[in-house]
Nanobody
Framework: QVQVVESGGGLVQAGGSLRLSCAASGSIFRIDNMGWYRQPPGKQRELVAIISSGGSTNYADSVKGRFTISRDGAKNTVALQMNSLKPEDTAVYYC????????WGQGTQVTVSS
């Protein structure tokens, strides 16, 4: 069993910053990619950013230049630094851990007010 837990969400004004963190624990043989997805109210879940085991990153166009994804040396945590937040960034943010099987966290709410 693998457990994935996100933290760091909250309410912030437009232009502000938040840092999300995700920790994976349990019977993990190897983590390949780790990523962040988000689901705005009434919309489908979408990719925000992914980071590979080698450190390569990929971002959605909507967050490029504002968000930064990173992972620690142990490769069991991933963070998402979110700067210059906009109201359209409001969503539940989910962490995804890519192994032989993929695992999702339960999400953390990010709300950006005007």
């Amino acid at each position: 069993q693998v457990q994935v837990v996100e933290s760091g969400g909250g309410l912030v004004q437009a232009g502000g910053s938040l840092r999300l963190s995700c920790a994976a624990s349990g019977s993990i043989f190897r983590i390949d990619n780790m990523g962040w997805y988000r689901q705005p109210p009434g919309k489908q879940r979408e990719l925000v950013a992914i980071i590979s085991s080698g450190g390569s990153t990929n971002y959605a166009d909507s967050v490029k230049g504002r968000f930064t994804i990173s992972r620690d040396g142990a490769k069991n945590t991933v963070a998402l630094q979110m700067n210059s937040l906009k109201p359209e960034d409001t969503a539940v943010y989910y962490c995804k851990v890519f192994t032989i099987r993929d695992y999702w966290g339960q999400g953390t709410q990010v709300t950006v007010s005007s």
